[in-house]
T-cell receptor
Framework: NAGVMQNPRHLVRRRGQEARLRCSPMKGHSHVYWYRQLPEEGLKFMVY????????ESGMPKERFSAEFPKEGPSILRIQQVVRGDSAAYFC????????????FGPGTRLLVL | QKEVEQDPGPLSVPEGAIVSLNCTYS??????FMWYRQYSRKGPELLMY????GNKEDGRFTAQVDKSSKYISLFIRDSQPSDSATYLC?????????????FGTGTRLQVTL
């Protein structure tokens, strides 16, 4: 059973460009979460989604950031008009319907904004 | 004040030592407690998961939760150089459904030969 998959693993963008980060949850998992980890800081929750629904976006910045988890395909975290402060590691996690409190993390996407 | 406090370390111990890692928290609504291990430039790996108070043991790892003190611990017995990593505590509320994790900042552990 493949784990949580994220791509790309590394992403370089210039200021003002768009970044798209993709996450495929573990097989059978319908809950997806996005977290951001800044250097020397812990992981901070951004958004929690189920298929086609945003359940909790209390950690998402109000502007430039959006997330989706369509019926088919991976979850996407989209950052528009990136700024240097967006440089961080972005982790996706998923959990099953049973035992939904246990979240399993992907390898992360490291975004560098030049 | 952060909801979850964790000493960042680094904590350096000799091989074979018993390691004690701790977190304190302020929100009494937290009911689920987890420990993750994160190697450099990798994703967090779930080590231990406990619900409410009590102890849980898995191999060389023991997790303890003391809700009355709002204090959780992870003990590693017979530590190995391969245990060198950052250990993150995490916790969540009991909302009847899945919910976000609140993390400590992580403790960096170095096990030396």
């Amino acid at each position: 059973n493949a784990g949580v998959m994220q791509n790309p693993r590394h992403l370089v963008r210039r200021r003002g460009q768009e970044a798209r980060l993709r996450c495929s949850p573990m097989k059978g998992h319908s809950h997806v979460y996005w977290y951001r980890q800044l250097p020397e800081e812990g992981l901070k929750f951004m958004v929690y989604l189920q298929k086609e629904n945003i359940i909790d976006e209390s950690g998402m910045p109000k502007e430039r950031f959006s997330a989706e988890f369509p019926k088919e395909g991976p979850s996407i975290l989209r950052i528009q008009q990136v700024v240097r402060g967006d440089s961080a590691a972005y982790f996706c996690a998923s959990s099953p319907d049973r035992g939904m409190q246990t979240q399993y993390f992907g390898p992360g996407t490291r975004l560098l904004v030049l | 004040q952060k909801e979850v406090e964790q000493d960042p370390g680094p904590l350096s111990v000799p091989e074979g030592a018993i390691v004690s890692l701790n977190c304190t928290y302020s929100n009494s609504a937290f009911q689920y407690f987890m420990w993750y291990r994160q190697y450099s430039r990798k994703g967090p790996e779930l080590l231990m998961y406990t619900y409410s108070s009590g102890n849980k043991e898995d191999g060389r790892f023991t997790a303890q939760v003391d809700k009355s003190s709002k204090y959780i611990s992870l003990f590693i017995r017979d530590s190995q150089p391969s245990d060198s990593a950052t250990y993150l505590c995490a916790m969540s509320r009991n909302t009847g459904t899945a919910s976000k994790l609140t993390f400590g900042t992580g403790t960096r552990l170095q096990v030396t030969l």
